[in-house]
């Protein structure tokens, strides 16, 4: 299935994670990463977001944050358009620096996140960046060493993510890191970082379990959380999107955007529709229908509709 219209809202946990592109480094050295963390600062504050975990690798980023008022997708676009101008004029390049789409999973808090903490602020240890705990404790671009202490980071939340293990410091310290050695033998990957059902509940085994005995429960790609959670947040995201646009609004939206589309490139609406395979139609078509699935949250088979072609169709333009 393709990826869905990002869910958010004010106050919303999510993990993001951003990769360079075609798997290449985003930071070349440490003067990089400090103009990284330098721009987080500074939009945290500004945007009202609060961040709980970061860490820093070299070809990608891993972030805990809830987002502002302003929304997780205008924080993003602000702090990875900013950095990448930064990057390509310091190493006199041009092109894109990130892959288009950063991934950003809406999580379960109550469930998730200490395992999150964890799962993130153990990245630079399980790539062999730092080799120990205690290492780990002195690597400055990761929140691991503001929780111990190592060093003042005033945007990222430490109190917050501490008194998940305890009321006072000490033992809340002890006890994290008891966590995180406990956290290094398990490997999470799949089930924070996974999709739908096999994240939300520990991996394929458990899934089959659960429909062998008759068991149903929903999950998203884009949510990390039990069923119950993955309902809540997309009646949520539902009823916020109708709260926006009716259905005449939306309508009229993809009809002004099919028109704008076809006449850049000199073609009709009925051309569009038509089926026909000359170029450049499949491309617009393809275009058309990945603005109104990601972007507008359209669904697939009233995006098929518009376009003229079927809803297996549209999936296969999205995943391509």
Known sequence: MP??????????????????IERGAIFQDDRDRAEFVRRLKDL?????????????????????????????????????????????????????????????????????????????????????????????????????????????????????????????????KNEYLKFLASEMKIDREQELTGGGLVRSHGGWSNVLSMRKQGLKELGDERILGSGEFVQSILDQAENSFKRQMSGSERIEMMRKEIETVCQRSGCTAEMLRSGGRRSPLPELRKEIARKFVEESGVSLAETARQIGVTTSAVCAMLRR
């Not at 990826?3 to 360079?20: F, K, S, Y």
Request: glycine share 10%; proline share 2%; net charge positive.
């Open 44 to 172: 945290a504050k500004v945007t009202g977001t609060s961040f709980y975990a970061f860490a820093l690798m070299t070809n990608h980023v891993h972030l805990l944050l809830k987002s502002g008022a302003t929304g997780l997708s205008t924080f993003m676009r602000r702090l990875l358009s900013g950095y990448a101008q930064y990057y390509n004029r310091r190493h006199q390049r041009v092109g894109h620096l990130f892959q288009n789409r950063y991934r950003s999973i809406i999580c379960e808090e109550e469930t998730y996140f200490t395992q999150l903490l964890a799962y993130i602020h153990l990245n630079p240890l399980r790539a062999g960046i730092v080799s120990s705990l205690e290492g780990l404790a002195s690597y400055p671009w990761g929140g691991h060493s503001v929780l111990m202490g190592r060093q003042v980071c005033d945007w990222l939340d430490r109190d917050y993510s501490l008194q998940f293990f305890g009321s006072r410091e000490g033992s809340a």
């Open 3 to 20: 990826r869905g219209a990002r869910l958010d809202a004010p106050g919303t946990l999510h993990h993001a994670i951003v990769r360079g």
